[in-house]
């Protein structure tokens, strides 16, 4: 899926982690359209069960002790405000114009703070961000509609506190670790917003299948994956890489939703390919190699 020029280590686990993103759109999707749980009851099961399953893995390994002192409370209050601005931005926006909201701000706000710290976004990156959004526009635009401030509002929260969330683990020693510690640190957060609606949520079995699903597999192992991949790639190339994940969830729609498989979606996803293509292959910064902890490689 990615190109070998950013390392084979970092290729294999932005794919992973690239896979699990659009997996967490995939339950998402499902649970709010045909389970009928509620936004909120949904991050707070998906950020629970995260940590749980994180702390249990940490634990396994003998890194519990050293888990509850990773991570920071700012990851884990952005991992909260991403998580729950994103189930209740869904209850109103269509998925089309939800995902171009989430993940434009994801980009502008990664690739203003590459400017802010000086890393260079070449020309070539530009010109492969431009494809890429083309091909986001190919694919979204026929079903979007104008959204309504507040959802749009929700979104795009969403996506400057992934974008930032992402940021904050490029500086990541111990991906597994750190990552379990921000599911933690994000649990306190998660508590008030499940006080906040006690009495007014609404559980499913399904609701609550998909929550798990979400919080265990593609949150909570898809984030520590994430964690692992960004040591390897720039901050624009990781704002990039991140418009594959409408591709991947719309050619997971057809293969598990049965939705039709179109012209517009093989054109958009050629566009959006080839532009990630054209702004990875530009990587000339530091060695990507990386450990099964993350940790630098050798050289």
């Known amino acids: 899926m990615l190109s070998n020029t950013i390392g084979w280590r970092t290729a294999v686990f932005t794919s ?41 893995i940490s634990w ?14 700012q990851a884990g209050a952005m991992l909260f405000a991403y998580a729950a601005a994103f189930s209740y931005a869904y209850i109103s926006l269509s998925v089309g114009t939800g995902a171009l909201i989430l993940f434009a701000a994801v980009q502008i706000t990664m690739l203003l703070a590459a400017l802010r710290l000086g890393e260079k976004v070449t020309a070539r990156q530009w010109a492969g961000l431009a494809l ?7 694919l979204l635009f026929p079903g979007l509609t104008a959204p309504s401030p507040g959802p749009a509002a929700l979104m795009a929260t969403a996506g400057v506190a992934w974008g930032i969330y992402s940021l904050l683990g490029r500086q990541s020693a111990s991906p597994l670790s750190d990552t379990a510690a921000n599911f933690m640190r994000s649990l306190p957060f998660a508590a008030v917003l499940g006080l906040a609606i006690a009495g007014r949520s609404h559980i499913t079995t399904p609701g609550v299948t998909y929550a798990l699903l979400s919080g265990v597999v593609a ?55 080839g532009g990630v293509a054209l702004a990875i292959a530009t990587h000339k910064g530091r060695s990507s190699r990386t450990n099964l902890d993350g940790s630098p490689g050798p050289p």
């Open 16 to 56: 992973l982690a690239l896979v699990a993103f659009a997996a967490n759109s995939l339950f998402n999707r499902a649970a709010f359209a045909a389970s009928g749980i509620d936004a909120g009851s949904f991050a707070v099961i998906r950020l629970a069960s995260g940590a749980l399953a994180l702390a249990l």
């Open 60 to 73: 396994t390994r003998g890194a519990l002790r050293a888990s509850l002192r990773g991570g920071s409370w």
């Open 132 to 138: 890429a959004f083309a091909g986001l526009g190919v």
């Open 219 to 273: 949150s909570g192992l898809g984030y520590s994956i994430w964690y692992m991949a960004l040591r390897g790639l720039s901050a624009a190339q990781a704002a990039i890489v991140q418009l594959l994940v409408p591709v991947l969830a719309s050619i997971a729609g057809v293969l598990f939703l049965r939705e039709a498989v179109t012209g517009r979606l093989s054109l958009s996803t050629a566009m959006i390919l």
